[in-house]
Nanobody, 124 residues
Framework: QVQLVESGGGLVQAGGSLRLSCAASGSILSINVMGWYRQAPGKQREQVAT???????NYADSVKGRFTISRDNAKNTVYLQMNSLKPEDTAVYYC??????????????????WGQGTQVTVSS
């Protein structure tokens, strides 16, 4: 089984900072892309930032220059450093990982996994 556990959300004033963490655990062979998504009330889930196993990062235009995604491959953990937060960053933030597992049968499974979500609230 695989589990993604997020931490680091909370309430912060506009202009402040938060750091999110997401650790993947379980019978993992490898992780390709890890990333962060967010969903605000009444809106669709959107991609915030992604990080490939090779170190390539990608950001939504709305967070470029303010958010930084990083990754510790040895710990199967991805981080999101969020600076200069704005009220419009308020959302539930979800961790996502593209994970390869080896099954008991000896075959391989590759699929997306999601964390449970962590609330980020930015007050004006």
């Amino acid at each position: 089984q695989v589990q993604l556990v997020e931490s680091g959300g909370g309430l912060v004033q506009a202009g402040g900072s938060l750091r999110l963490s997401c650790a993947a655990s379980g019978s993992i062979l490898s992780i390709n892309v890890m990333g962060w998504y967010r969903q605000a009330p009444g809106k669709q889930r959107e991609q915030v930032a992604t990080h490939t196993s090779g170190g390539i990062t990608n950001y939504a235009d709305s967070v470029k220059g303010r958010f930084t995604i990083s990754r510790d491959n040895a710990k199967n953990t991805v981080y999101l450093q969020m600076n200069s937060l704005k009220p419009e960053d308020t959302a539930v933030y979800y961790c996502n990982a593209d994970i390869v597992r080896q099954l008991i049968s000896g075959t391989y499974s590759r699929r997306d996994y999601w964390g449970q979500g962590t609330q980020v609230t930015v007050s004006s």
